[in-house]
């Protein structure tokens, strides 16, 4: 039962332009969102997170949306540059303790010089 | 200086075996966790440590069993290895258990059972 849902497998887009991952859940307990970004051969590294009493959180040129009534949220990240290549995961946690949280299988962004 | 290290990298090894991959925090970290990254690539958590007690063992095979010497260390020992264990365990460590707290990941443990 996948209850967070990263529907593209991958992503290509060209650098400088914009790109814009989509992550998806179904438990409606989910309060707390984060995405963490994984080069090859190295573990996943925390990228940015929300809060769903926000409906929008920048750092950079990372800026995550949350559509609670869509169960919906998307990274955007402008411009895209060739080092952002990786796989980006989607993570969801219910209230209560870090153990909770929830994982998507991840979107692979490549970006073309 | 890495701070969350486990080893080995890679390990392959024959059905039935037993193994174990080790993880340490140089953070000073209060959590650590084990996860495991199947063929699906789903990141899925398998145990949940705070100050050296177990807070959640996920519904994982007893023949896996996490050891917590200490707060900086959280081992993974493995009996009778069996052809589905292949995955990529990842250690992690995070401040403390808080919902919002970052997760800082090793970088993973290749396991190929033949």
């Known amino acids: 039962d996948q209850q967070v849902k990263q529907n593209s497998p991958s992503l290509s887009v060209q650098e400088g332009r914009i790109s814009i991952l989509n992550c998806d859940y179904t438990n409606s307990m989910f309060d707390y969102f984060l995405w963490y970004k994984k080069y090859p051969a190295e573990g996943p590294t925390f990228l940015i997170s929300i809060s769903s009493i926000k409906d929008k959180n920048e750092d950079g040129r990372f800026t995550v949306f949350l559509n609670k009534s869509a169960k919906h949220l998307s990274l955007h990240i402008v411009p895209s540059q060739p080092g952002d290549s990786a796989v980006y995961f989607c993570a969801a946690s219910p209230w209560g303790g870090s153990e909770k949280l929830v994982f998507g299988k991840g979107t692979k962004l490549t970006v073309n010089p | 200086d890495t701070a969350v290290s486990q080893t080995p990298k890679y390990l392959v090894t024959q059905m039935g075996n037993d193994k174990s991959i080790k993880c340490e925090q140089n953070l000073g970290h209060d959590t650590m966790y084990w996860y495991k990254q199947d063929s699906k690539k789903f990141l899925k958590i398998m145990f949940s440590?705070?100050?050296?007690?177990?807070?959640i063992n996920e519904t994982v095979p007893n023949r896996f069993s996490p050891k917590s010497p200490d707060k900086a260390h959280l081992n993974l020992h493995i009996n009778s290895l069996e052809l589905g264990d292949s995955a990529v365990y990842f250690c992690?460590?995070?401040?403390?258990?808080?919902?919002?707290?970052?997760?800082?990941f090793g970088s993973g443990t290749q396991l190929s059972v033949l």
């Open positions: 440590y705070n100050n050296k007690e177990l807070i």
């Open positions: 992690a460590s995070s401040r403390d258990r808080g919902r919002n707290e970052k997760l800082f």
